[in-house]
């Protein structure tokens, strides 16, 4: 890494004595006991993986009051040190009194946190290391909270649903960070949609379509002491590590249509390629894929990554008696509506059910629900969290939708389901 952005570890004890270690005001229970103990116990997390997404993520587990980072590990050093370094103009977990101890580098450094006593681990590395951080963190009996995709091969996703049901089998919490799934207002559409809001579902569109993203964070391959540490670094732009965008980004849109539709594809037929983006890495910058379910409902979903095309973060299902639509906010917000059918008759559709606005938080919701299932105090279906299923389902589509278009040809999902080509580090 560069020299520059390099804090000694000598430095880091050093500076973190001199500071102090805070002294706790709360009490941590070990992950057997976690459930069923009195309101003030603190849910002890482990954080591996401290780049963006894991920041804001750790800041929501401890922002629940219910909640508090112990140990975190990272593959680079600037990663800790960011994540520890204190700076008011970010929303940040606080670790300034964090015990030296519990600070742990490297390509292993996973294994330091997930064995020691922590009650939960927050799973946020890139994603083609999911697989073998989700199996030891089961394995270990700890709760966990799992950013997506939960893979990024047909191996690794066998890997995480195997691990899952164990979990399940152990009463272990498992949220994965498909945060729509947390929204009040998905939530109320897809018990309307249930009930037959929408009527008999025809025909359905996805998307991510924006312009191209990390322009500022591409550097060189000579900068970095080895090929490995150039693409963790850098690695949304390796399919080894993100599995392309339509795995790593454009999953969330799919995994509505399959939840509010109650099913998965049967096949997808698709295309793409890299049109722009040619100057770093592999991963295409465009895809256009069609999925078939077995009641013939056809969805059509596109995933874009290129400066200047009409931006497009949706889900909407058209049915015989409504149309189910969704749009992007910032922050995880945005709006959600069903109107019913159109008629030329009246002045306007009629309205079934309409959010917008700025309260249905969905990543704050995520993690409360997270916390909460861990203390046993979830309601509903957040009672015992274990998102490992549709969570799995969903990363399996948008790995057959690459597939698809990276074959030019049309694969059935039992297929794919059924080979075993894993994606590696290419020395």
Excluded at 128 to 139: D, I, L, S
Excluded at 224 to 248: A, N, R
Excluded at 303 to 319: H, Y
């Amino acid at each position: 890494m560069k020299k520059k952005e390099t804090l000694t570890r000598r430095n880091f004890v050093k500076t973190t004595a001199a500071a102090g270690i805070a002294a706790s005001t709360f009490s941590i229970v070990n992950a057997e006991s976690v459930r069923g103990t009195r309101a003030n116990s603190m849910v002890e997390v482990g954080w591996v993986g401290c780049g963006g997404q894991g920041t804001r993520d750790a800041y929501l587990l401890e922002k629940t009051g219910k909640a508090k980072i112990v140990r975190i590990a990272d593959y680079f050093q600037h990663r800790l040190d960011a994540a520890i370094k204190v700076d008011p103009k970010r929303q940040k977990p606080d670790l300034a009194g964090i015990n030296p101890k519990n600070v742990h580098l490297g390509v292993d450094a996973y294994k330091a946190v997930i064995e020691s006593n922590v009650d939960a681990v927050l799973l946020v590395t890139p994603p083609g290391f999911r697989p073998e951080h989700f199996r030891a963190a089961v394995a270990a009996k700890k709760h966990v909270f799992a950013e997506k995709p939960l893979a990024v091969d047909v191996p690794g996703c066998h890997e995480v649903l195997d691990a899952g049901e164990k979990a399940r089998a152990q009463k272990l919490s498992v949220v994965v960070g498909l945060q729509r799934h947390y929204s009040k207002a998905y939530r109320a559409c897809k018990q309307l949609i249930d009930e037959g809001a929408i009527g008999t579902p025809v025909m359905a569109h996805s998307a991510w379509d924006q312009g191209d993203l990390w322009k500022d964070r591409r550097g060189k391959r000579e900068d970095w002491p080895s090929k490995m540490d150039y693409e963790v670094e850098h690695w949304y732009f390796f399919k080894w590590l993100c599995g392309d965008h339509i795995v790593e980004q454009n999953i969330h849109n799919m995994d509505v249509i399959n939840w509010m539709l109650g099913a998965r594809p049967v096949r997808a037929s698709g295309f793409g390629g890299r049109l722009v983006r040619t100057d770093i890495g592999e991963i295409y910058d465009h895809f256009n894929i069609v999925y078939e379910y077995s009641n013939q409902v056809l969805l059509n979903n596109t995933c874009v990554q290129i400066d200047g095309v009409r931006g497009d973060v949706s889900e909407t299902i058209r049915g015989t008696k409504g149309v189910f639509t969704t749009t992007a906010g910032k922050g995880g917000t945005g709006g959600a509506r069903i109107e019913g059918v159109y008629d030329r008759k009246k002045a306007e559709t009629p309205l079934i059910y309409h959010y917008e606005g700025d309260d249905d938080k969905h990543y704050d919701q995520e993690a409360e629900a997270f916390v909460n299932s861990v203390r046993g105090e979830g309601e509903g279906e957040d009672k015992y969290r274990n998102d490992t299923k549709y969570g799995v389902e969903s990363t399996f589509m948008a790995i057959l939708g690459r597939e698809a278009a990276y074959r030019r040809q049309t694969i059935a999902w039992d297929e794919l389901w059924n080979t075993n080509k894993r994606l590696t580090f290419k020395r």
